[in-house]
């Protein structure tokens, strides 16, 4: 739900983690990072896709920007 920074506005990425978290879901203090780094598996099958598959360009641009130590493109 918040893979893609860019295409969320920051009031659903808040409105999302307070209804997880208001109905008893629990996030440790590095979820951000947690999920990120376990995203990365669900990124990498994105290349298995054609290149010209939208989510093949959007996986490219989230790996290199978290490789290169961002959170966002």
Known sequence: ??????EITP???TGFTEGFT???G???GDWRQL???VD???LAD??????DNPFFGKAVTLMRARS???CSP
């Open 1 to 6: 739900m918040l893979r893609l920074p860019d």
């Open 11 to 13: 009031a659903f990425a």
């Open 22 to 24: 208001d109905a008893g």
């Open 26 to 28: 629990h996030l440790p």
């Open 35 to 37: 999920s990120q780094a």
């Open 40 to 42: 990365l598996f669900a």
């Open 46 to 51: 994105f290349l298995t896709r054609p290149p």
């Open 68 to 70: 290169a130590g961002s």
